[in-house]
């Protein structure tokens, strides 16, 4: 069993930045692959990006390629993103999921989700 628990959002101007954590517990994390998601109002979960298990290669979406990072802290069990220039249509609800061998841009390809963490952006 793996839980995890997301922080860091909040209420930011466009053109800002926000880091979000993610922090995972159980005796298997480690071994997860970690996915960023979000979901706006009315909306179907969008893929933000992967990170492996060993904190290698991080995949993203083209939506977030050029102002988001993720990387990861095995020593801290902590996922991060980093977002940068954000815009208001990045506004929404961000989680972080963990899957074994689930390297992948698909939802249901993950096992375990945080609560969920609002981000909205402001123009």
């Known amino acids: 069993q793996v839980q995890l628990v997301e922080s860091g959002g909040g209420v930011v101007q466009a053109g800002g930045s926000l880091r979000l954590s993610c922090v995972g517990s159980?005796?298997?994390?480690?071994?997860?692959?970690m996915g960023w998601f979000r979901q706006a109002p009315e909306k179907e979960y969008e893929f933000i990006g992967v990170i492996s298990w060993s904190g290698s290669s991080p995949y993203y979406a083209d939506s977030a390629k050029d102002r988001f990072t993720i990387s990861r802290d095995s020593a801290k069990n902590t996922v991060y993103l980093q977002m940068n220039s954000l815009k208001p249509e990045d506004t929404a609800v961000y989680y972080c999921?963990?899957?074994?061998?689930?390297?992948?841009?698909?939802?249901?390809?993950?096992?375990?989700w945080g609560q969920g963490t609002q981000v909205t952006v402001s123009s």
């Open positions: 159980g005796r298997t994390f480690s071994r997860h692959d």
């Open positions: 999921a963990a899957g074994i061998d689930s390297y992948s841009s698909k939802w249901n390809d993950y096992d375990y």
